[in-house]
């Protein structure tokens, strides 16, 4: 087997940059260690920032898109003291999109069937190997046989456990990293959202976040210790801790229903640098994670693809000041995320143990909020996604 760029990893990121690859007339083939309907089984990210939405439409899949998602103009940040609305559209102009990564990642298996490019899964034991020669190759297994792909770039798309990352030496990597000691409970559930705009609240008894995918389907979480298993929630648990935790106004409103899907998921902050080691460029959660509270992490993805797809048509025409440049310019934007989305988790969570200050620090922060357009603009403006 021969391409142009071998793509480790079919979530969002692989996905994505190779239909924009592809579009652009460079062949690509992407390895993915699961089955097409595990990636898709898998619940994550609900927002899209307006930069990631034209590049789904740059790479042709807004059809459904602009059919099923739902613009989103604000969203409310709450204690049980205070209530602020973020005007995004009032403030900056712009909106985020309410679309599921499984929608997005479902609208790219199609398109990616219609252009007819190969995606192989069930793929194990990939191997990276040359990549400071001038061609590159993979090694894996599929189908019962040892194969080889033979390549001029390699795109680590495998995600946070993925291969990709770690194939870089150690001693040419720096990685940084913050654990918070709780993790998310996400439900989804087939009730009409409790509001029309999301809702982060911060409540005596922890964290809550009222999302939605559509009119009839909610994707609602509550911060939990990390010891806590999706066994010890039970539904009706779950709907009483999270109507304690929302303002009693719209617990007043919330139709609860069975569970659909229950998962957690731990919060951490990492990043690895740089992106770039020979032929082999990370992109996605293979390089970086953001803890969701600022729903981050697929639009992280999505600029990441955005920098390296031009870098690469560029590199095949011999011009490569964009792939010498990708490491660098991505990070740039990857750490003022990571900031916001530190600053998000930190202003609406309550640690374990924190003391008086850390609480005032709290108040403080949703006060100056509440008061200040400029402390509001500033948010907006992180929360709709900095330019790429
Ligand atoms: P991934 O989605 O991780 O995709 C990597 C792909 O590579 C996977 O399909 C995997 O099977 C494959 N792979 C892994 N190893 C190998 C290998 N060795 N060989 C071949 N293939 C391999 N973001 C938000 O904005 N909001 C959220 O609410 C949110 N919730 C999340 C919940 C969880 C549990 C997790 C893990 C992430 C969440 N995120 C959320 C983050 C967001 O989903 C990710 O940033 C996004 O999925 C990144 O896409 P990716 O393609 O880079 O990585
Ligand atoms: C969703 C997840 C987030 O982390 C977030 O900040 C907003 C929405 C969601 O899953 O809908």
């Given at each position: 087997?021969?391409?142009?760029?071998?793509?480790?990893g079919?979530?969002p990121?692989?996905?994505?940059?190779?239909?924009?690859?592809?579009?652009?007339?460079i062949?690509?083939?992407?390895?993915?260690?699961?089955?097409?309907?595990?990636?898709?089984?898998?619940i994550?990210?609900?927002?899209?920032?307006?930069?990631?939405?034209?590049?789904?439409?740059?790479?042709?899949?807004?059809?459904?898109?602009?059919?099923?998602?739902?613009?989103h103009?604000?969203?409310?940040?709450?204690?049980?003291?205070?209530?602020?609305?973020?005007?995004?559209k009032?403030?900056?102009?712009?909106q985020?999109?309410?679309?599921?990564?499984?929608?997005?990642?479902?609208?790219?298996y199609?398109?990616?069937?219609?252009?007819?490019?190969?995606?192989?899964?069930?793929?194990?034991?990939?191997?990276?190997?040359d990549?400071?020669?001038?061609?590159?190759?993979?090694?894996?297994?599929?189908?019962?046989?040892?194969?080889?792909?033979?390549?001029?770039?390699?795109?680590?798309?495998?995600?946070?456990?993925?291969?990709?990352?770690?194939?870089?030496?150690?001693?040419?990597?720096?990685?940084?990293e913050?654990?918070?000691?709780?993790?998310?409970?996400?439900?989804?559930?087939?009730?009409?959202?409790?509001?029309?705009?999301?809702?982060?609240?911060?409540?005596?008894?922890?964290?809550?976040?009222?999302?939605?995918?559509?009119?009839?389907?909610?994707?609602?979480?509550?911060?939990?210790?990390?010891?806590?298993?999706?066994?010890?929630w039970?539904?009706?648990?779950?709907w009483?801790?999270?109507?304690?935790?929302?303002?009693s106004?719209?617990?007043?409103?919330?139709?609860?229903?069975?569970?659909?899907?229950?998962?957690?998921?731990?919060?951490?902050?990492?990043?690895?640098?740089?992106?770039r080691?020979?032929?082999?460029?990370?992109?996605?959660?293979?390089?970086?994670?953001?803890?969701?509270?600022?729903?981050?992490?697929?639009?992280?993805?999505?600029?990441?693809?955005?920098?390296?797809?031009?870098?690469?048509?560029?590199?095949?025409?011999?011009?490569?000041?964009?792939?010498?440049?990708?490491?660098?310019?991505?990070?740039?934007?990857?750490?003022?995320?990571?900031?916001?989305?530190?600053?998000?988790?930190?202003?609406?969570?309550?640690?374990?143990?924190?003391?008086?200050?850390?609480?005032?620090?709290?108040?403080?922060?949703?006060?100056?909020?509440?008061?200040?357009?400029?402390?509001?603009?500033?948010?907006?403006?992180?929360?709709?996604?900095?330019?790429?």
């Open positions: 087997l021969t391409t142009q760029v071998a793509i480790i079919g979530g990121s692989g996905l994505l940059l190779s239909q924009l690859l592809n579009k652009a007339g062949d690509t083939v992407i390895l993915e260690r699961a089955t097409r309907d595990h990636v898709l089984s898998r994550r990210a609900g927002i899209l920032e307006w930069g990631t939405v034209e590049l789904l439409r740059e790479a042709g899949v807004d059809a459904r898109m602009d059919k099923e998602g739902i613009p103009d604000g969203c409310y940040l709450t204690d049980e003291e205070l209530m602020v609305h973020i005007d995004f009032g403030l900056t102009g712009k985020v999109m309410v679309y599921g990564q499984t929608e997005v990642t479902t609208d790219l199609n398109a990616q069937a219609a252009m007819g490019t190969t995606v192989l899964h069930e793929v194990s034991d990939v191997e990276i190997h990549l400071d020669q001038a061609k590159s190759y993979v090694d894996f297994t599929h189908e019962g046989t040892r194969k080889r792909l033979e390549c001029l770039y390699v795109a680590g798309c495998d995600g946070f456990h993925g291969v990709s990352r770690k194939t870089i030496p150690e001693e040419k990597r720096k990685e940084f913050r654990v918070y000691p709780f993790g998310w409970l996400g439900i989804l559930s087939e009730t009409p959202p409790v509001n029309d705009e999301l809702i982060y609240s911060n409540s005596r008894h922890g964290f809550a976040l009222a999302s939605m995918r559509n009119e009839n389907l909610v994707r609602y979480y509550v911060q939990v210790p990390l010891t806590d298993k999706v066994e010890d039970s539904d009706q648990r779950f009483d801790e999270f109507s304690r935790r929302i303002p106004e719209a617990a007043s409103r919330l139709v609860t229903g069975p569970s659909i899907e229950k998962s957690i998921a731990p919060l951490r902050s990492f990043v690895s640098e740089p992106l080691w020979g032929n082999l460029f990370l992109v996605g959660d293979s390089a970086h994670i953001v803890p969701p509270t600022g729903a981050k992490g697929l639009n992280l993805a999505a600029s990441d693809v955005y920098y390296l797809y031009t870098a690469l048509i560029d590199a095949v025409k011999g011009k490569t000041s964009g792939i010498d440049e990708y490491s660098t310019r991505a990070l740039a934007r990857i750490w003022k995320a990571m900031r916001f989305s530190w600053q998000m988790t930190t202003m609406l969570h309550r640690f374990d143990g924190e003391d008086a200050f850390a609480e005032q620090m709290r108040k403080a922060t949703l006060n100056h909020l509440a008061t200040s357009e400029t402390a509001r603009r500033d948010l907006a403006e992180n929360y709709i996604g900095l330019p790429f």
